[in-house]
């Protein structure tokens, strides 16, 4: 350690006089008693029953004893404690004669190998390989290049349309301008390809893709719930009371407003969504009730490198 | 994107920046001079033929085309035959009606008619045929919570957000109900205003209807705050106002306080 | 009794000669060295708090009916972990002001990471020899991000499930490999295989809080290998002599003070100011959402770029190549990242200055780098500020559409302006600080010559 000419005298005291301050230490002695009066009071209130604001006392009280703590200590350095002005030289940034050595060291040691290159390739081999071998269980977390998980929706033809609990929908139920939240009947709710969103619309003015005539018996469209863009559920239906004065119908993701027209075949209106809302074909049964004609017209959930977006269809 | 769509919204929202508020609602509505000597029936059609008929039209049958009045509004509404006091109660109420332009956003302020008014009014388009719904009246007391809350998530969190604090859809605001009384919200909630959806009572049945009411009028009105100050119920935006500006503010002055010592 | 203590140490750890320096370690004297410190302070109380909150909380995603003291979820069926997190609010007495109090210091410790970052770059304290410190910070700052967000995800309410399915989301986006990371990570397509809820929990209890440690300690190994970097507000402050205080007993106390202050205000946060009131989001389910879905603040702008970014898909035919979420919520923050990380060796590389420093520079000394520094943080807050302008919709009732139009307009016009106005700025502040020099230096030549004139009148009158 170096110490400067005007820093450190090593003979004689080694830190400064302090400020000397009698005052100042009776209250950072009174500021530790609040210290403790108040981690005393924060006991107390914990061990009582319990009460509406015994929670807000708590952090109060904890709080506080922490705060006198801090003035107490801020109070201690700023005036009772010396805080003298010292001065030392940086470190070095570098130390050239042990770089030098260590260079020698590494050289020197290994100055009687004759086969270098294949030692190195040996011991590359070999680490690499071993490397591979602990990352390799790690293969068991999940299927990790087997991606058809992620195409799978429990939809098929013929599968009913139940809601929250279970019962099953008819058409003369789904009315228009609102939405239905159905999942497949006997399917789990947890399954991202299960929750659609049911709404019927005037069939006039359905404009749906020709290959998609019929998937809308009555103009009642169903749509896979899971945004396309990022996996939130679409959660809004707007639809205008009042056709001719405001904003059009559409299913909006409420995380990033991904707007989607569910007369178009749920095309993006709005929002960062790339693609469509995956659309479900409907029918009705001779018994009116829903029933799903198949599985979705592009594969469910967000999109990722090399998904085939016509999956299922 | 249209670089002329972007130059509309870039001055749009600088306008509303620059502090603009939004349209008032244009001066007061057109009384008869003898009102408090009328009949309710009477009264209820005086009013509605002064301040309704321009956009509903004068037989309550709606104005689908634009048609400018001798006042210069241009009228354009819906049919109110059949709609019944139900809606008619919720759209005087809430402030919602009347609206200066037939394309703005309904949104609630202090009704523009005083109690009698209302209920002329309310009286007079639902007397116009065909029958329509009465003013429903919800029991939220015989409500369940957890139900409640269920219901309110899969149905309403979506727009108004799942504390009630409201929300935004692409196109529309969507308000806060706590301003909202049970019948109002058992009103919106068949009726549907503006943007929002009705729910029938396949959905929705009557005594769900108490338990989202309930739910609502807990999360919005006195909300759970086991945990301390609120703050608005939001969530992490004004959690993370508090962190910058009272915490990360705070931190900073006790830094100032012991940092520069030696010039002290 | 002090000698004894010393020598008995001494003398069976050799210790003492290191204590030796550490106690007369200089610590530099300016406020903004502090904000490292807080950030460390906080993460103590993060600890603390997290070690309470790991004995009551139960990581599982297996499906239980609540019957708790929490009246309006009664009966809700619900995992266990959201259960536990529930009970730990209501059932545990102070487990709520922990777990607030833990949630508060979670965003006070990520600000002062930031505030401490903003500090080093705008002063240059990034330079040879510290260029590796800063390296160590960056990736702290990354590795708590995450920490933060798996957090707040693993307590399976309404909130967490949202910003999961976000993350996956992201995940599957990635180039080439997005798919196979997510399938890995998650188990299975999301909501993910009963085990995702284990790797979160150990993840954020152990991995990465090891991780964050073992870096804290790197980097502060690292800033006392080199010493704290100085302003040169000290006369005798060089780039070769270090001006301060000793760390005791000057140094010590005072620090100690900002722990505690640090403790006591995120404690009075935690009573007081309810943060992250899980029983009013309720559980999680796949087809639910909520309008303001919104993270923790320091993913803000995470949230604000996934909303500006149009919305478009690379593909060809019907394959996706590169899903949208991957340009906000990936390539984004890596650039972010990247750009930080790199900066001490661009400008080493650009600025044609290799030398060591241990002055730090004003702002205004170096007008480029200010300037660009603020273009570039500009650019981060107008995204992160986009990320709430939902709520600007609620509160103000701005168009939502248009403000998204406006800040996509906005996040590349205004940081450019930002660059030219400060870079003006810092040049101006330094010119008219030369022309006082030159006045100074001139007032002064003046006063000596006068001297000198009045010294030679005094000699000429002296004969006289």
């Given amino acids: ?313 | ?264 | 009794m002090i000698r004894q203590t010393v020598h008995f140490l001494d003398s069976r750890t050799g210790a003492v000669p290191f204590m030796r320096k550490s106690l007369r370690y200089i610590f530099p004297d300016h406020w903004s060295f502090l904000l490292g410190e807080i950030a460390l302070y906080a993460f103590i109380v993060l600890v603390g708090t997290g070690v309470y909150l790991t004995l009551f909380f139960e990581p599982s995603f297996a499906e239980t009916t609540y019957t708790g003291s929490y009246k309006p979820m009664q009966g809700l069926t619900m995992s266990e972990a959201y259960r536990s997190a529930l009970d730990l609010s209501f059932d545990v007495t102070s487990g709520l002001l922990m777990r607030q109090a833990h949630h508060w210091a979670s965003n006070i410790f990520v600000a002062a990471i930031v505030l401490h970052l903003l500090r080093v770059f705008f002063t240059g304290g990034f330079r040879k020899p510290r260029e590796l410190t800063w390296a160590l910070g960056l990736m702290m700052l990354f590795a708590s991000l995450l920490e933060g967000y798996l957090g707040y995800s693993m307590i399976d309410d309404l909130l967490s499930g949202i910003g999961l399915a976000i993350g996956y989301g992201v995940v599957l986006s990635v180039p080439v490999v997005g798919a196979d990371l997510a399938l890995g990570l998650w188990g299975g397509p999301f909501p993910g295989d009963a085990a995702w809820e284990s790797r979160m929990y150990v993840a954020h209890v152990f991995l990465l809080p090891i991780l964050i440690g073992i870096l804290m300690a790197a980097h502060l190994a690292l800033v006392a290998s080199r010493h704290h970097a100085q302003f040169k507000s000290a006369k005798r402050a060089t780039e070769r002599k270090l001006v301060g205080m000793p760390a005791y007993p000057a140094q010590v106390p005072r620090s100690i003070g900002l722990l505690f202050a640090t403790a006591a205000l995120i404690f009075l946060l935690g009573g007081l100011v309810q943060i992250n009131p899980i029983w009013q989001w309720g559980p999680f389910e796949v087809a639910q959402g909520t309008n303001g879905a919104q993270p923790d603040w320091y993913l803000g702008w995470l949230i604000g770029s996934l909303r500006l970014v149009p919305g478009f898909d690379v593909t060809i035919a019907d394959y996706n190549l590169i899903p949208n979420p991957f340009w906000g919520g990936a390539l984004f923050p890596i650039i972010v990242m990247a750009v930080l990380g790199a900066w001490p060796w661009l400008e080493r590389r650009f600025g044609g200055d290799s030398h060591s420093h241990n002055i730090l520079d004003r702002p205004r000394d170096v007008p480029v780098r200010t300037a660009f520094g603020v273009a570039f943080f500009t650019w981060v807050a107008l995204i992160f500020i986009a990320g709430s302008a939902d709520r600007a919709t609620v509160f103000f009732g701005l168009d939502y559409e248009a403000q998204v139009i406006f800040f996509r307009v906005a996040v590349i016009v205004i940081p450019l302006v930002a660059f030219f106005t400060t870079r003006r700025i810092c040049r101006e502040l330094k010119r008219s600080e030369e022309i006082g020099f030159d006045q100074e230096r001139a007032e002064e030549e003046a006063e000596e010559e006068e001297e000198a004139q009045e010294a030679e009148r005094e000699k000429e009158a002296a004969p006289a």
Wanted: net charge negative; with cysteine.
């Fill in chain 1, 1 to 313: 350690m170096t110490t400067s000419p005007d820093g450190e005298p090593e003979s004689r005291d080694i830190v400064a006089a302090g400020p000397e301050s009698p005052r100042s230490e009776v209250t950072v002695a009174a500021l530790l008693v609040g210290a403790a009066v108040s981690a005393i009071a924060f006991i107390g209130v914990y061990s009582v029953e319990k009460f509406s604001t015994q929670h807000e006392l708590m952090g109060l009280t904890l709080a506080a004893s922490f705060a006198f703590v801090a003035a107490a200590l801020i109070l201690l350095g700023e005036r009772v404690l010396p805080s003298e002005e010292v001065a030392e030289d940086y470190p070095e940034v570098a130390a050239p004669q042990e770089e030098e050595e260590v260079a020698k060291v590494m050289e020197e040691s290994a100055a009687g190998i004759t086969r270098k290159r294949l030692l190195v390739g040996a011991g590359g081999t070999a680490g690499g390989a071993i490397g591979l071998a602990a990352l390799t269980p790690a293969l068991s977390l999940g299927p990790w290049f087997e991606v058809a998980p992620l195409y799978r929706t429990p939809w098929r033809a013929g599968r009913r349309l139940v809601d929250d609990e279970g019962k099953p929908y008819k058409a003369e139920e789904i009315e228009q301008e609102t939405f239905y939240t159905a999942f497949p009947e006997g399917s789990s709710h947890r399954n991202l390809g299960a929750s659609i969103v049911v709404v019927r619309v005037d069939p006039a003015a359905l404009m749906l893709p020709p290959e998609r005539a019929g998937w809308a018996p009555e103009g009642i469209l169903a749509f896979s719930k899971i945004c396309p863009h990022a996996a939130c559920a679409v959660a809004l239906y707007r639809k205008p009371t009042y056709g001719p004065t405001q904003p059009g119908p559409a299913l909006v993701c409420p995380c990033h407003y991904s707007t989607f027209d569910p007369g178009k075949g749920g095309e993006v209106l709005f929002g960062p969504a790339g693609r469509p809302l995956p659309q479900l074909p409907l029918t009705v049964d001779a018994a009116g009730e829903m029933r799903a004609g198949g599985n979705f017209s592009d594969a469910i959930g967000p999109s990722w490198w090399g998904i085939d977006m016509e999956q299922p269809h």
């Fill in chain 2, 1 to 264: 994107m249209a670089p002329r769509r972007i130059l509309l919204a870039t001055a749009v929202t600088a306008l509303v920046l620059a502090g603009a508020a939004y349209a008032q609602p244009r001066s007061g509505v057109v009384r008869p001079p003898d009102e408090a000597r009328l009949p309710l029936r009477e009264l209820g059609s005086q009013l509605y033929a002064g301040n309704c008929s321009a956009c509903h039209g004068i037989d309550g049958s709606g104005q689908r085309v634009p048609r400018r009045t001798t006042e210069g509004i241009e009228g354009q509404g819906p049919s109110l035959r059949g709609v019944g006091a139900r809606s008619v109660d919720f759209y005087l109420r809430t402030g919602y009606m009347p609206i200066s332009e037939p394309e703005e956003q309904p949104t609630r302020r202090r009704p523009l008619f005083n109690e009698r008014e209302i209920r002329a009014l309310v009286d007079y388009v639902s007397s116009l045929p065909p029958p329509g719904p009465p003013i429903p009246q919800p029991h939220p007391e015989r409500g369940n919570l957890a139900e409640g809350y269920e219901l309110f998530v899969e149905h309403c969190a979506g727009c108004h957000q799942a504390t009630a604090q409201g929300g935004v859809t692409t196109g529309a605001r969507v308000p806060p109900l706590e301003d909202a009384s049970a019948v109002q919200i058992a009103q919106s909630v068949r009726i549907g205003p503006y943007l929002m959806p009705k729910f029938s009572e396949r959905q929705i049945s009557d005594e769900e209807l108490d338990s989202i009411i309930a739910y609502a009028e807990l999360v919005s009105k006195r909300p759970p705050d086991e945990g301390g100050w609120g703050i608005g119920n939001l969530g992490p935006v004004p959690e993370g106002m508090v962190t910058w500006w009272l915490g990360a503010v705070v931190l900073v002055l006790v830094c100032v306080l012991i940092g520069r010592r030696l010039r002290a």
